[in-house]
């Protein structure tokens, strides 16, 4: 069974920095995606930021600019650089990655635990 481990969270005041991390426990074999999303209180979880297997990232609009999502496929680990964070940065962060399909399943899809994010005025 594989696990995704998080790391990195915590408190932080506004305009501070943190960098999080997620390592899968196991080799998960060829990655098509990896993510960030995050979940704030009273609100659905929301992608922060992708990146392929090629390194094309993508950023939703609040984190542009400020955050900086990176890889490295062959350790199965994903990165997010998070600058200038602000008070409604408050969410819990989870990691994503998602596999490719083979002729017997579809995309394997593993999440990690979850790391709590939080930013004070």
């Known amino acids: 069974q594989v696990q995704l481990v998080e790391s990195g969270g915590g408190l932080v005041q506004a305009g501070g920095s943190l960098r999080l991390s997620c390592a899968a426990s196991?080799?998960?074999?060829?990655?098509?995606?990896m993510g960030w999303y995050r979940q704030a209180p009273g609100k659905q979880r929301e992608l922060v930021a992708s990146?392929?297997?090629?390194?094309?990232?993508n950023y939703a609009d609040p984190a542009k600019g400020r955050f900086t999502i990176s890889g490295d496929n062959a350790k199965n680990t994903v990165y997010l650089q998070m600058n200038s964070l602000k008070p409604e940065d408050t969410a819990v962060y989870s990691c994503?990655?998602?596999?490719?399909?083979?002729?017997?399943?579809?995309?394997?899809?593993?999440w990690g635990q979850g790391t709590q994010v939080t930013v004070s005025s």
């Open positions: 994503n990655i998602v596999g490719y399909p083979t002729a017997l399943r579809g995309p394997p899809v593993y």
């Open positions: 196991k080799s998960i074999g060829r990655i098509n995606v």
């Open positions: 990146i392929s297997s090629g390194g094309t990232t």
